[in-house]
């Protein structure tokens, strides 16, 4: 009989610190606020609870970045105490998010639930995130994985922030979006996304433990990041044949005002992390043999120099969006204060996150791996977050054909949305097969659950930044 | 199968049975292999993902349209014809559906019986080896005092009640086999999968979605029309399709949201509502306010809510007053429609309706029509003024009742209202398949929450004069049972603590 436990080894003894109290009075603030939001009044625009309601929304957005930072600081110090910090910081960001949500249902008489446009999905989606994943802490004992996961709560947050005034408040929503279902559709979606991003950030864990190469990790990432960058310049290169004059434009214009106005030098600057990227991918797959072994060298430089370029880019085009406004004639123009498409953003900043953890990845993966339990149970516990990501996926799937069937005469009309929700369904349909009849697991499990999280993201996000279709409510236009 | 020695074949015909069913084994062989249902799944996926890049002419004539306009018909042919603008329906695409369907119920029917041996497997008597494998401990019980109940309050604590299912003079078996429902979790899935598709396919040949009509408040319909495709010059298709009863539109509302700063109206719908009454037979079968999400459903087809049409001429409502008489009476009439007025020569029309007249000295005024005094022959009436000739033509507003009087003509006319009559636009579908795709859809979620969140356990305490000994099998979940393993040895050691485990 083998002593494994599905939890991991308990803390040491020498911290004899009261994390549960503080756990318990996180969920008893959350509920206090909501009760106080709650009986504050809705009358006046914006009314006293709707700003409370927004309140605690922003002060969750700081702690989840708070946390972030601290699973960042345990990720490259590998002290328990800061995962604790970061894991109390997720629980009391949850609690505040709660509050917010349950505060702002109330504002429409909980006849609209608070996922009815683009900046509110945003708001859901992060906290069923921050809901799973302290779920699963729970569940696991572990916190390695919040460095992974938090920080998409934290951009979907900070890309909710950025909306545009108008939509941050309580939409008018479309006949179409007036049913019941709009609640437990979305509900099933935001879980399922939220368990496979923790499959995602287990499946990453698995791999730093089981051994595998930091510079394989790193290469694959750079050419993650590339392919990123090149997807949505390709816009303006096919549709314009102006790449790289075009190029500064994708960032900082554009699209929704009549005259496009680049940020000076921004592009220039994605471009060459763009092909930073590209090289320190090119490098480590261009060394694979004995003879040119050396090449591989080079890659984690020019990741980090792409890593900087794509930094500077970044501060460029956010000084650049500090001192742009919206169209005051059109505000039903602009979705983001920053003049910015919502998803263009969302992956720059994605991406730029992404490489900051492969950095740090690289450069403590010894310290991390030591620090985290066998490689096993990590495998283990990826696998489980697909399997309630896979039924919940399902459901998704059922309940929007059901609502589609009653609002849009069909329950399946091959829309981008449906479709890519489909070939979600589809991929982890593959890992499970692979899993329990094939016998795969270890590597090539997270492989496939490294990669289906990238398909999750398009079906979230992608989707709507490429391609149009009938799930038009959290377009930007 | 082969034929039998009796009846000697020749050569020829007897090696092709053999041939055939060889070529049936690989077949067989190929069919069932999970990795090609895995390759599928795969490239369905991958399939899939064309469709939603080249934007696709499926519900959408337009797209269709674009296309034949921008190719010229020739080459929209073509893609046409490739599958390149309706993937989902090419014949490629359900060619892959149909063989992912062929390996799900090749594979389905090739592991029943090793399946249905698992689920069915009743082992209450184990094997010896059962109590040897890594999931079991064996214990020397040096208190003579235990009884078997308390043994067996122990093991339905952590394995549910046990069966005691040998029990001779020196031995008895607790057993307990939990969650073999588990094993028909993919039997579900598969069957569900299979179900749906079935649905799919009789609402294809069987049914419609994409059935239109417009009916006008007051009036009924028992015909529709079902938009079948678009010809190659870009021409939409459609075919008439009559229903077996009639619709009648009897009333049509449109509900726009308030600006919630300002209190305006403005042009965000909040409601679109139809009360249809159904006509079956002469009478009235059925009366009800559809909504967006909210469609009648009657006699196997579906009526949504989907569009509405305003009627071009409204009916205005006027009152009207004789100059200098209190004498007043109501007048209905149509724009463009002349009407004449007692003790007078010239005749009057409305010419126009703004449903919210607006100057942009004065602001809005709310809604408005203009009258034009026209001759016998139709020309419009005019006089002299400062040596022009002006046409006669006033406004009348319906916020503003005494506006007309200080024109000071033979007539005063005020503005009670103006009723515009409204289409509804209806999407017709008719899917006999629809619940077959439910049926199949709660298959699919109830097999996965089996096969998913239940794991086959099987656990055998036995205990004997001299100790006790515990085996178990688990085939999924294994960490999970092994932790409950682990708790129960504890407990039990907790329980009987002169028990002393024997390392096996």
């Known amino acids: 009989m083998s002593e494994a436990t599905l939890t991991a080894s308990p803390p040491r003894p020498e911290i004899q610190f009261p994390w549960k109290i503080l756990s318990a009075l996180a969920a008893v603030a959350g509920i206090a606020l909501t009760a106080y939001g709650a009986a504050l009044s809705k009358e006046g625009v914006p009314s006293a609870r709707f700003e409370w309601s927004s309140g605690l929304l922003s002060a969750a957005a700081f702690i989840y970045l708070g946390a972030f930072a601290l699973y960042l600081v345990h990720l490259a110090r590998g002290s328990d105490l800061f995962s604790r910090l970061g894991s109390l910081a997720t629980q009391a960001g949850l609690a505040l998010h709660t509050a917010g949500l349950l505060v702002r249902w109330t504002l429409s008489g909980l006849s609209q639930p608070p996922w009815t446009n683009l900046y509110e999905s945003l708001v859901y989606f992060a906290w069923g995130i921050a809901a799973v994943y302290v779920f699963f802490e729970w569940r696991t004992g572990n916190r390695a994985a919040g460095a992974f996961v938090i920080p998409t709560a934290v951009l979907m947050m900070g890309l909710a922030a950025l909306s545009a005034s108008h939509s941050k408040e309580i939409p008018q929503i479309m006949p179409a979006l007036q049913s019941g279902w709009i609640k437990i559709h979305v509900t099933f979606a935001c879980i399922a996304y939220a368990a496979f991003l923790v499959a995602f950030g287990f499946a990453i864990l698995y791999l730093v433990k089981d051994g595998v190469r930091s510079a394989f990790l790193l290469a694959v990432y750079s050419a993650f990041a590339a392919v990123t960058f090149l997807s949505y310049g390709l816009g303006d290169v096919l549709l314009h044949a102006e790449f790289p004059l075009k190029w500064p434009t994708i960032i900082g214009t554009g699209e929704l005002l009549s005259a496009p106005k680049p940020v000076p030098y921004a592009g220039q600057f994605f471009l060459v992390a763009f092909l930073l990227y590209g090289t320190a991918a090119g490098l480590y797959f261009a060394g694979k043999s004995e003879a040119r072994k050396r090449l591989q060298d080079f890659g984690p430089p020019a990741f980090l120099a792409a890593f900087l370029a794509h930094t500077a880019g970044m501060i460029l085009a956010a000084r650049h969006a500090a001192t742009t406004h919206p169209i005051p004639m059109r505000p039903e123009m602009t979705l983001l204060q920053w003049d910015v498409n919502a998803y263009v953003l969302a992956l720059t900043v994605l991406v730029w996150m992404g490489s900051l953890l492969t950095i740090l990845l690289d450069w403590r993966a010894a310290k991390l791996s030591e620090g985290l339990p066998r490689a096993k149970l990590l495998d283990e516990w990826s696998y489980r977050a697909v399997l309630i990501g896979l039924p919940l996926m399902t459901l998704n799937l059922i309940t929007g054909a059901i609502w589609a069937n009653n609002a849009w005469g069909s329950y399946w009309s091959w829309d981008p949305k449906e479709t890519w929700a489909l070939i979600t369904w589809l991929v982890y349909a593959a890992y499970i097969h692979t899993r329990i009849v094939a016998g795969w697991s270890g590597r090539k499990s997270a492989a496939i659950a490294v990669a289906g999280f990238g398909v999750v993201l398009f079906t979230y996000l992608g989707v709507n930044l490429f391609l149009s279709g009938l799930h038009s409510y959290g377009s930007p236009q | ?504």
């Open chain 2, 1 to 504: 199968m082969t034929s039998t020695p009796e009846t000697p074949a020749p050569a020829a015909t007897r090696e092709t049975p053999a041939a055939l069913a060889r070529l049936g084994d690989a077949l067989w062989q190929i069919l069932t292999n999970v990795k090609l249902g895995v390759f599928w799944l795969l490239l369905l996926a991958t399939l899939s993902i064309i469709g939603t890049i080249i934007p696709q002419t499926t519900g959408s004539i337009e797209t269709l349209q674009g296309y034949v306009a921008r190719l010229g018909p020739e080459r929209a042919d073509l893609y046409n014809r490739l599958g390149l603008l309706d993937v989902y329906h090419s014949w490629w695409f359900l060619a892959v559906l149909v063989l992912m369907c062929t390996s799900i119920a090749a594979v389905s029917i090739d592991r029943w019986p090793r399946i249905h041996g698992e689920f069915s497997s009743d082992e209450p008597v184990p094997p010896p080896q059962r109590f040897g494998g890594p999931l079991s401990k064996k214990w020397t019980l040096l208190s003579a005092h235990t009884r078997l109940s308390d043994f067996q309050a122990l093991f339905s604590r952590f394995f549910g009640a046990p069966q005691i299912s040998h029990v001779g003079e020196k031995e008895a078996v607790l057993y307990s086999n939990r969650g073999r429902w588990t094993r028909m979790g993919v039997y579900f899935v598969h069957v569900g999968i299979l179900t749906t598709s079935a649905g799919a396919v009789l609402g294809k040949f069987w049914g419609f979605t994409n059935g239109q009509t417009y009916i006008r408040e007051g009036s009924s319909s028992d015909s529709i029309v079902i938009l079948s495709g678009v010809s190659p010059q870009g021409e939409v298709l459609t075919r008439p399709h009559e229903l077996p009863f009639a619709v009648r539109c009897d009333d049509f509302e449109v509900q726009f949201y308030d600006d919630p700063k300002t209190g305006e109206k403005t042009r965000n719908p909040s409601l679109f509502r139809s009360r249809l009454t159904i006509l079956d037979g002469g009478r009235e079968a059925m009366t009800r306010d559809i909504f967006v999400n909210d469609p009648l459903r009657y006699g196997g087809y579906t009526f949504y809510q989907a569009s509405y049409d305003e009627e071009q001429e409204p009916l205005v409502r006027l009152a009207v007053q004789t100059a200098g008489t209190d004498e007043r009476f109501p007048l209905i009439t149509k724009i463009n429609e002349p009407f004449q007025l007692a003790g007078e020569k010239l005749r009057y029309v409305v010419r126009g309706y703004e449903e919210n007249f607006e100057i942009p000295e004065a602001g809005v005024l709310g809604p408005a029509v203009g009258i034009e005094m026209i001759q016998e022959d139709g020309t419009p009436a005019t006089v002299k003024e400062e040596g022009k000739e002006r046409p006669l033509r006033f406004l009348v507003f319906q916020d503003y009742p005494d506006f007309d009087a200080r024109r000071e003509g033979r007539h005063i006319f005020r503005l009670e209202s103006v009723e515009k009559k409204f289409s509804t636009g209806l999407q017709v579908a008719k899917d006999p398949g629809v619940w077959v795709v439910w049926t199949g859809s709660a298959l699919m979620v109830f097999g996965m929450a089996l096969a998913f969140f239940l794991s086959h356990q099987k656990s055998w305490l036995k205990i004997t004069a001299e100790g006790a000994a515990f085996g178990g099998v688990v085939h999924k979940h294994r960490l999970a049972y092994e932790n409950k393993v682990a708790a129960f040895f504890e407990a039990l050691e907790k329980e009987f603590p002169a028990a002393r485990g024997i390392e096996t």
